[in-house]
Every structure is written in structure tokens, then in C-alpha cells.
């Protein structure tokens, strides 16, 4: 299961991590983003064992600060950051092997 964050702990959680964080913006509502949500669970299921890498979500109702923060205009919008910093932006439905790469990718 995903790491549930909101504007109180987000900055500790994900900006200050050192690594690399998926971070999936979504609402209860919103059609796309539960098919979305159990691929986010998947995805930190298989990458719990790793201490550098971080997969998370942040609903955009509940934490407003932190969706405009990122410039969040549309859900699901996922985002990855490496050591603190958006490196990546997806918006839409994402595939699950699409999100393994792209982590990856950002890992080397």
C-alpha cells in the first residue's frame, strides 16, 4: 500500500528524501485515478524493500498547498523526484511497466 501524504508531512516525507519518490496526485472521485490507485499499491508493494525509493500519494481535495505546489491542474498526475527535486511529470493514467522504467531510470 501507498505512503498517504498530506501538506503537513509532505516536505519531511518527500522533498527531504534522498532518492527517488512517485508520487501519484489524485482524488476519491475521480474515474482515472482508481484505476490508478492499484497500480501505485503494486508499485510500492515491489519497491518496498528498497531504501531508495519512496512511492506515495497525495490527495489534491485534502492537500491543496502541496498539489499547487507542483502545479497540479489535472488528475492523476503522477510526478518523480529525485533527492527533492521534480525530475519527471505524467499525466493520466500511467501503465505499471511505464512507471517501473521511469523509476529506474532516475535510480542509475
Known amino acids: 500500500m501507498a505512503q498517504e501524504l498530506n501538506d ?13 519518490v512517485l508520487i501519484d496526485f489524485y482524488a476519491p472521485w475521480c474515474g482515472p485515478c482508481k484505476m490508478q490507485g492499484p497500480i501505485i499499491d503494486e508499485l510500492a508493494e515491489e519497491f518496498k524493500s528498497r531504501k531508495d525509493v519512496k ?5 489534491v481535495d485534502e492537500s491543496q498547498t502541496t498539489a ?10 503522477l510526478k518523480i523526484l529525485k ?7 505524467m499525466m493520466g493514467l500511467q501503465q505499471k511497466d ?9 535510480l542509475k
Not at 503537513?8 to 527517488?20: I, L, P, R, S, T
Not at 512511492?55 to 490527495?59: F, L, Q, R, Y
Not at 511505464?98 to 532516475?106: A, C, M, P
Open 83 to 89: 533527492d527533492g527535486k521534480a525530475v519527471e511529470e
Open 98 to 106: 511505464d512507471l517501473v522504467d521511469k523509476i529506474n531510470k532516475h
Open 55 to 59: 512511492i506515495v500519494k497525495v490527495n
Open 68 to 77: 499547487q505546489e507542483f502545479s497540479v491542474m489535472s488528475i492523476p498526475t
Open 8 to 20: 503537513q508531512n509532505f516536505a519531511k516525507e518527500a522533498k527531504e528524501f534522498k532518492g527517488v
